[in-house]
């Protein structure tokens, strides 16, 4: 098989290092002697998946820390999609060169919704069933994690278990409970499973529905079936299991350094954002626990760069001392420091100063709305002074890039809020000419607006296609000169929009459009919107019934019965506040603000070093 | 201090690019604790140079580097540290001690000898005074200039046959960089015009790079000044 690939396959694909495995780091454990077999199935290219934190965490920790086995695969690209589909070579993994049937289980990360044709296509790929109905005893556990699944309905047909929260806090457990039952039937250990906390068999649930169109009822059909899903959480993330030597592709990964998580969660509580519910609470590294984990994992891989990441990275408590001690220690050697987001404050441009001495390159900030109104709406905590300080400070020093992130289709938007944008831009410019010598180079990124599950929004109508392209060309009818905007698809919002709150009854529209030949759905070349509108109207869907309704507060939405620790009360709270234009504080500088998840947990915040927070 | 090393890339690392090459040797350099030198400027890197770039698809018995250290170190020590952390299929064959003002790698190298690997069924020996005995041996350019006939003959130098049980080979010795450059995939259609098949060759690798001088075939670590 291998040698088949390597003569007479991979020279004929583009880039073939994302086929070939063996990269340094890389752990192949005896087949024979491994207890599990499971294969990470990243629904997108080598070179992303690469890149994505929580592979190489789950990698490293199955493969280093246990008895099981822990494998690797992506999705190929068209071009080898061909060439295996002609040679009937089917998808494999990247230690064993084994095909994916042979694995226990199959597990997928499900980072945005619109991976999920890849998905079925690397099943297929596989010569693996793609209804969870449809496979039996010799098929193996097909699984999901990442945040998509946190409103898993939409894909539930497809998989026999999704795991819910932290992937690391439950893996090792789930692969236990399989080795330990090995001699089950596949029914019976989905049931042994299901008895996992945070652990979800959809299969064992029946969904009613009303006469309009939404649930009625939620039954569990077995007993293991527990009513709620309670997400998995690490409690302390300072002694959780971290890679320290990551895997080091051959190939230029898209985001090609060493990595530091310096904590997971944000709690700024802006409304709009999903990954600021399900990753509660804030949960931090110490100082002196990252700063190992850089030492080792720069002495293992020699990277040349390493970035701090999180949430909001700038958020951390000790992120100055972190920072000014990482460039202390490697800066001599050429290896540079940088920082995954910006708060849009003078002290984040101050930091990133202290990280980037000499070049600078683009600087990002994300004031997310136009005008303070609608900024205090979805609870962005950023004032117009507090930009224009941090713009102040970055074209003082030096930069003369810059990019804002912008959102629109916000509730409650009006035609003022998107003037304010331009107005904004215009400021941003005009602070720039008078420090920069050079021309200042403004650039805007605008996304449209996707309500998501588990967020103060969840209620909310999605704006249209046609609504969000007006209000593009209102932004887009009067250049500003040295400003370019730049927008994502509306099409591509659409369709995430629709599955980020869907049900069940949408299974049968991801088949279809599979089948009409969807895949690599958010790649521009390859992104079908005619297909998946033939789909939509031959699966009779009614997309006005997902995205454009208001929903009310006594509904059961799809994604009620996953429990993120985050009160649904909170969120309707929060949704109301939105209305009233109250802005809600992070509870780590002031008080609690009841979202719940504390106290549902038993866990509390873990700031880990003295806090410095700019004002 | 600058040293240069000769280097093997086995066939599992085929299909890396110069640059992927380049930053895999740059890479191992920091885990080794090589005290390279770096550059001045706004992005400071290693001064790491390689020889003639090693075609995607083919693997390299000894290939080239040069590198600036900030601080002496023994060639024999450089090789060891750095074949410690080489990824398997990489090895430092050799090393040595080159002076500040020798020429680059990519400026002297212009010769390079291509194996091509079969398996029984042919007689190597007729390709081999077939080609030898034509008067021109005109294929499609492959490099910048696409889709212009090319004569080889020039740039020929030499064709070897080793015949084993198993496998037997050509070796082609041709010319590299200017004024004429052989690619190898040109060499692959020059035999699929003598009558080798699509899928006959299984195996090709880079044997060595030379610096020619008139007719003597030097290589890069005898000819440093």
């Known amino acids: 098989m291998k040698d088949k690939l390597f003569r007479k396959i991979l020279p004929k694909v583009s880039k073939p290092g994302r086929y070939t495995g063996n990269e340094l780091n890389m752990i192949k454990k005896d087949w024979d002697k491994s207890q599990v077999k499971m294969v990470f199935a990243f629904p997108d290219l080598y070179e992303l998946g690469m890149s994505h934190i929580g592979s190489q965490i789950l990698y490293g920790l199955i493969n280093e820390k246990t008895s099981h086995l822990l494998e690797r695969t992506y999705t190929p690209w068209t071009d080898m999609e061909d060439i295996m589909r002609k040679e009937g070579i089917p998808l494999y993994a990247l230690e064993s060169f084994r095909p994916l049937a042979d694995f226990d289980v199959v597990g997928f990360s499900l980072q945005y919704e619109m991976s999920i044709t890849n998905i079925l296509n690397m099943l297929d ?108 959480v690490v409690s302390n ?29 944000c709690q700024r509580g802006c409304r709009f954002c999903h990954a600021g519910t399900v990753y509660r609470p804030v949960r931090e590294r110490s100082i002196k626990t990252l700063e190992k984990q850089a030492q080792k994992q720069l002495a293992n891989t020699g990277y040349e760069e390493m970035s701090l990441t999180s949430l909001s990275t ?25 920082l995954s987001s910006l708060r849009v404050d003078a002290f984040s441009i101050e930091l990133a100063n202290e990280v980037q001495k000499v070049r600078k390159s683009t600087l990002t900030l994300a004031p997310e709305a136009g005008s303070q109104r609608l900024r205090d709406s979805i609870n962005k905590n950023v004032t117009e002074d507090q930009l224009f300080k941090a713009v ?105 929009g629709l599955f980020s709150r869907g049900d069940r009854q949408l299974s049968q529209l991801i088949y279809r459009a599979w089948e009409k030949g969807c895949k690599f759905d958010s790649w ?36 009620d019965f996953i429990d993120t620790g985050v009160s649904k009360e909170f969120l309707r709270l929060e949704n109301e506040r939105a209305n009233e234009g109250a802005v809600t504080s992070d509870c780590r500088h002031d008080d609690c603000n009841g979202c719940g998840i504390c106290q549902h947990f038993e866990i509390e915040l873990d700031i880990r070093e003295d806090y410095q927070y700019a004002p | 201090m600058h040293l240069r090393a000769e ?8 299909f890396l690019s110069n640059l992927d090459m380049k930053r895999m040797m740059a890479r191992s350099l920091r885990r080794a604790s090589i005290p390279y030198a770096l550059s001045a400027g706004y992005n400071p890197h290693m001064k790491l140079s390689i020889g003639t770039v090693l075609p995607v698809g083919i693997w390299g018995k000894r290939e080239y580097l040069d590198i600036e250290l900030r601080e002496e170190v023994e060639p024999l020590v450089f090789m060891h540290k750095l074949n410690e952390v ?55 350019s492959r490099g910048k200039k696409k889709g212009i006939d090319k004569d080889l003959k020039p740039g020929i130098f030499k064709i070897g046959v080793k015949i084993n049980s198993e496998i037997s080979s050509l070796n082609i010795l041709v010319a590299a960089g200017e004024p004429i450059n052989i690619r190898y995939d040109e060499l692959i259609d020059l035999l699929k015009v003598h009558g080798v098949g699509d899928n006959d060759i299984i195996d090709m690798f880079r044997e060595a790079n030379y610096v020619r001088v008139e007719n003597y075939f030097y290589t890069p670590l005898e000819k440093v000044n």
């Open chain 1, 125 to 232: 790929l596989s010569n693996i069933p793609l209804w969870a109905d449809q496979r039996g005893e010799e098929h193996p556990l097909v699984i999901a994690g990442g945040p998509v699944v946190f409103n898993p309905e939409p894909f539930a047909d497809f998989f026999d278990v999704f795991i819910i929260g932290d992937g690391e806090e439950v893996l090792v457990e789930f692969l236990d409970i399989i080795y330990e039952h090995k001699s089950l039937n596949r029914k019976d250990l989905l049931k042994k499973l299901a008895l996992i906390k945070g652990v979800y068999v959809p299969a064992f649930y029946k969904i009613n529905y009303n006469s309009d169109g939404t649930i009625e009822s939620r039954i569990s059909l077995v007993e293991e079936a527990p009513e709620k899903i309670q997400k998995r």
């Open chain 1, 237 to 265: 993330l300072d002694e959780a299991y971290f890679p320290e030597k990551p895997i080091l592709p051959f190939m230029e990964a898209v985001h090609d350094r060493a990595v530091l998580e310096v904590m997971r969660g």
């Open chain 1, 314 to 338: 700038l958020d951390y408590s000790g992120i100055d001392r972190l920072v000014k001690g990482l460039v202390a220690d490697y800066s001599d050697e050429g290896i540079s420091i940088s």
């Open chain 1, 392 to 496: 102040e400070a970055a074209f003082k020093s030096g930069w003369n890039s810059l990019k804002l992130y912008f959102m629109f289709g916000l509730p409650g938007e009006v035609e003022e809020d998107l003037e304010s944008i331009l107005d904004l831009l215009k400021k941003v410019r005009y602070i720039g000419k008078q420090y920069s010598e050079r021309p200042v180079q403004i650039r805007a990124s605008l996304a449209s607006f996707v309500p998501k599950g588990h967020t103060p929004f969840q209620w909310r109508p999605q704006a249209s296609i046609a609504e969000l392209e007006e209000k593009r060309n209102y932004l887009e009818r009067k250049k500003i000169k040295n400003v370019r905007l730049s927008f994502h698809d509306s099409r591509t919002s659409f369709l995430e």
């Open chain 1, 524 to 559: 521009s070349e390859h992104f079908r919107f005619d297909l998946w509108l033939e789909a939509i109207s031959e699966c009779e869907i009614d997309t006005d019934f997902y995205s454009s309704r208001i929903r009310s507060y006594d509904e059961i939405l799809p994604w």
């Open chain 2, 7 to 14: 280097y093997y890339v086995g066939p599992d690392l085929r």
């Open chain 2, 86 to 140: 080489l990824p398997a299929g990489v090895k430092i064959n050799k090393c040595q001690v080159i002076n500040s003002n020798t020429k680059a790698l990519m400026r002297v190298i212009n010769a390079a000898s291509y194996a091509f690997c079969f398996n029984k069924g042919y007689d190597l020996n007729i390709i081999k005074e077939n080609i030898e005995n034509s008067e021109s041996l005109v294929v499609e």
